[in-house]
């Protein structure tokens, strides 16, 4: 073969060099891939997984294998529940893992966070235990709290603080503070009896806040039984006027007649359901004696004296009504003599009673007391209560004391 020339011989070189450099290069890329994909080199790369090369490409958690660096509390779909570690972590709680978490309510142990209050069986209840806590009230636990109305403490948040100034409280034993729906005339903001005083502690008829009677009765007599008598004399009249709407009675001169009364009226222990009402100013249970000439008490038993004189219904102008009113259980009963003296006096007086239902109340008002004569004022009159033998109070007797707005409570015991 003839020698190569010079160009040829060039060329050939530089393909083989080409080649050469071209194995170099595709050894260090092998060399560079195969470096990339060592496990452990902090770095997950080319085929390295989770499951290959954990330091590289961290733990699989949810495969099923709780490997690696995996923890109950990492991953708890393959290494489960830490429950009895000794620790409350990750989704652990009293319910679901007593071991470990110990505030759970009911697992017999008082832990932190729970109290008498809200879990009373693990801490026991807070009754008792001579502090007024969490939960406890006057009402629930007096043993911590005190008596509501007698532990200087304002219970319902209304201002006032136990009895008397305290409008729930009608004694110091009462168990709650709780005002009433209806206030008690003593605490609600009027002058029911028109004294110009308003309210506990300014209106001398008020004993205390919850009193529900203003008026200022002055106790004049007591009996045996327990009756207590007492005067008011007012310029509101409890009685009301019934001489135009009440039933007429026909009585004529020295007569009574018995008439129902409507509800159920206790007298000095005896429920009477009918009344006899005399001509002269005197009702009877359920009879009386219609004597015209009046004498001192005692005289005859289970009577009510409203104003026992000769009175004489048959004069023109003059009436004698009687009334039911209301409703259970505190209905009323009433009864008013607009009657002239005997035989024919000037003017006619105007005496009214009332029975209350329920608490048995006599009232007795005097809204006009004179005649126009010597008789003016109960001058001639007896006036009071009387049960049996030995039992009765007496306001006055031929005294000209029944003065015009006088009121006569009787309040049996």
Same mark, same amino acid.
């Given at each position: 073969?003839?020698?190569?020339?010079?160009?040829?011989?060039?060329?050939?070189?530089?393909?083989?060099?080409?080649?050469?450099?071209?194995?170099?290069?595709?050894? $260090?890329?092998?060399?560079?891939?195969?470096?990339?994909?060592?496990?452990?080199?902090?770095?997950?790369?080319?085929?390295?997984?989770?499951?290959?090369?954990?330091?590289?490409?961290?733990?699989?958690?949810?495969?099923?294998?709780?490997?690696?660096?995996?923890?109950?509390?990492?991953?708890?779909?393959?290494?489960?529940?830490?429950?009895?570690?000794?620790?409350?972590?990750?989704?652990?709680?009293?319910?679901?893992?007593?071991?470990?978490?110990?505030?759970?309510?009911?697992?017999?142990?008082?832990?932190?966070?729970?109290?008498?209050?809200?879990?009373?069986?693990?801490?026991?209840?807070?009754?008792?235990?001579?502090?007024?806590?969490?939960? $406890?009230?006057?009402?629930?636990?007096?043993?911590?709290?005190?008596?509501?109305?007698?532990?200087?403490?304002?219970?319902?948040?209304?201002?006032?603080?136990?009895?008397?100034?305290?409008?729930?409280?009608?004694?110091?034993?009462?168990?709650?503070?709780?005002?009433?729906?209806?206030?008690?005339?003593?605490?609600?903001?009027?002058?029911?009896?028109?004294?110009?005083?308003?309210?506990?502690?300014?209106?001398?008829?008020?004993?205390?806040?919850?009193?529900?009677?203003?008026?200022?009765?002055?106790?004049?007599?007591?009996?045996?039984?327990?009756?207590?008598?007492?005067?008011?004399?007012?310029?509101?009249?409890?009685?009301?006027?019934?001489?135009?709407?009440?039933?007429?009675?026909?009585?004529?001169?020295?007569?009574?007649?018995?008439?129902?009364?409507?509800?159920?009226?206790?007298?000095?222990?005896?429920?009477?359901?009918?009344?006899?009402?005399?001509?002269?100013?005197?009702?009877?249970?359920?009879?009386?004696?219609?004597?015209?000439?009046?004498?001192?008490?005692?005289? $005859?038993?289970?009577?009510?004296?409203?104003?026992?004189?000769?009175?004489?219904?048959?004069?023109?102008?003059?009436?004698?009504?009687?009334?039911?009113?209301?409703?259970?259980?505190?209905?009323?009963?009433?009864?008013?003599?607009?009657?002239?003296?005997?035989?024919?006096?000037?003017?006619?007086?105007?005496?009214?009673?009332?029975?209350?239902?329920?608490?048995?109340?006599?009232?007795?008002?005097?809204?006009?007391?004179?005649?126009?004569?010597?008789?003016?004022?109960?001058?001639?009159?007896?006036?009071?209560?009387?049960?049996?033998?030995?039992?009765?109070?007496?306001?006055?007797?031929?005294?000209?004391?029944?003065?015009?707005?006088?009121?006569?409570?009787? $309040?049996?015991?």
């Amino acid at each position: 073969m003839p020698p190569l020339s010079n160009s040829v011989l060039a060329f050939a070189i530089g393909l083989a060099g080409c080649a050469s450099a071209t194995r170099h290069d595709d050894d $260090e890329g092998a060399e560079s891939e195969a470096e990339d994909e060592t496990c452990g080199d902090g770095e997950c790369g080319g085929g390295e997984t989770c499951a290959t090369c954990s330091q590289d490409c961290g733990d699989c958690c949810g495969d099923g294998a709780c490997a690696g660096t995996e923890t109950c509390r990492t991953c708890r779909q393959d290494c489960g529940d830490c429950c009895g570690n000794g620790d409350c972590g990750g989704g652990e709680s009293c319910a679901n893992c007593p071991e470990d978490c110990h505030d759970c309510c009911g697992d017999g142990e008082c832990g932190e966070g729970e109290t008498c209050a809200t879990c009373p069986g693990d801490c026991g209840d807070c009754c008792g235990d001579d502090e007024c806590g969490e939960g $406890e009230t006057c009402a629930a636990c007096p043993e911590d709290c005190g008596i509501c109305c007698d532990n200087d403490m304002d219970d319902d948040s209304d201002g006032f603080t136990d009895f008397p100034d305290e409008p729930g409280c009608a004694s110091p034993e009462d168990e709650d503070e709780l005002d009433p729906a209806t206030p008690a005339e003593c605490a609600n903001g009027e002058d029911d009896d028109k004294d110009e005083a308003t309210d506990y502690p300014d209106d001398p008829g008020c004993d205390y806040a919850a009193d529900d009677d203003e008026r200022d009765c002055i106790e004049f007599g007591s009996d045996v039984y327990g009756y207590v008598g007492c005067e008011q004399p007012t310029t509101l009249v409890p009685c009301p006027d019934i001489a135009a709407t009440g039933t007429a009675l026909s009585l004529g001169d020295d007569t009574s007649e018995t008439v129902a009364i409507g509800f159920s009226f206790l007298y000095y222990g005896t429920a009477q359901t009918t009344a006899a009402v005399s001509s002269n100013g005197v009702l009877g249970f359920p009879t009386l004696t219609s004597s015209f000439a009046n004498s001192c008490l005692p005289v $005859e038993a289970n009577t009510i004296y409203a104003f026992w004189d000769d009175l004489y219904p048959p004069q023109t102008g003059s009436t004698v009504r009687y009334a039911t009113s209301g409703s259970a259980p505190s209905r009323t009963f009433e009864v008013q003599w607009r009657v002239a003296h005997f035989p024919s006096s000037p003017e006619e007086v105007d005496v009214r009673v009332v029975l209350h239902e329920t608490t048995n109340v006599i009232e007795v008002c005097y809204v006009d007391t004179t005649f126009g004569d010597t008789n003016d004022g109960g001058a001639s009159a007896t006036t009071g209560i009387q049960g049996l033998s030995g039992q009765f109070i007496e306001y006055s007797c031929d005294e000209a004391v029944l003065t015009e707005g006088l009121v006569l409570r009787y $309040e049996p015991p």
